[in-house]
């Protein structure tokens, strides 16, 4: 098992452009969500999903869209992308409500 | 929405010695509280969890204690030792407005072991 796979690794963006952090499991995993991580504000959530065409805003989803066509995928995407939304970005996912949040490796995003 | 609000931001503490982190958490319908680390420029991982039916926890140095009635949790790492330097976050599982449960991380305790 792969586990978690996020890609890009790394990505500059200018401010305006569009993006999309890709998400994948191979676990089975019902449940899917994006944090981000900040310094001195931990991880908060962005969207989450408790299954195949469900999705929900977390904390703070303002400038980002998610969907979630299939298990394995759950794509974040930024519409038009701002400095404040310079980060590093982690898809978690999990079985169940309750139970280990497996996490990425995380994606840095700078946006000039 | 649940609010999780973790202290100490930093802790140094000698080899050897204990360190304590503590969690409050605003939301009483939550019911489920995991402990993750995260090692520099790595992701976080699960430690330990308690859920709310339990008052403690044990797995080898590192224990967690939950008080439902205070509505805070606490982290004990017993006789650290250099490789527990890390960032550790506690969280909460609590229910959206949409009634689906999701984790509401604390701000992070970045923990320093001095040898």
């Known amino acids: 098992n792969a586990g978690v796979t996020q890609t890009p690794k790394f990505q500059v963006l200018k401010t305006g452009q569009s993006m999309t952090l890709q998400c994948a499991q191979d676990?089975?995993?019902?449940?899917m969500s994006w944090y981000r991580q900040d310094p001195g504000m931990g991880l908060r959530l962005i969207h989450y999903?408790?299954?195949?065409?469900?999705?929900d805003q977390g904390e703070v989803p303002n400038g980002y869209n998610v969907s979630r066509s299939t298990t394995e995928d759950f794509p974040l995407r930024l519409l038009s992308a701002a400095p404040s939304q310079t980060s590093v970005y982690f898809c978690?996912?999990?079985?169940?409500?309750?139970?280990?949040?497996?996490f990425g490796e995380g994606s840095r995003l700078t946006v000039l | 929405g649940e609010n999780v609000e973790q202290h100490p931001s930093t802790l140094s503490v000698q080899e050897g010695d204990s360190a304590v982190i503590k969690c409050t958490y605003s939301?009483?319908?939550?019911?489920?509280f995991p402990w993750y680390k995260q090692e520099l420029g790595k992701r976080p991982q699960l430690i330990i969890d308690?859920?709310?039916?339990?008052g403690e926890k044990k797995d080898q140095r590192i224990a967690v204690t939950l008080n439902k009635t205070a509505k805070h949790f606490s982290l004990h790492i017993t006789e650290t030792q250099p490789e527990d330097s890390a960032v550790y976050f506690c969280?909460?599982?609590?229910?959206?407005?949409?009634?689906?449960?999701?984790?509401?991380f604390g701000s992070g305790t970045r923990l320093q072991v001095q040898p």
């Open positions: 676990m089975n995993h019902e449940y």
């Open positions: 939301d009483s319908a939550s019911n489920y």
């Open positions: 978690a996912s999990k079985v169940g409500r309750t139970g280990e949040l497996f």
């Open positions: 308690i859920r709310s039916n339990v």
């Open positions: 999903s408790v299954g195949a065409g469900i999705t």
């Open positions: 969280a909460a599982s609590a229910p959206m407005d949409t009634g689906r449960r999701a984790l509401t």
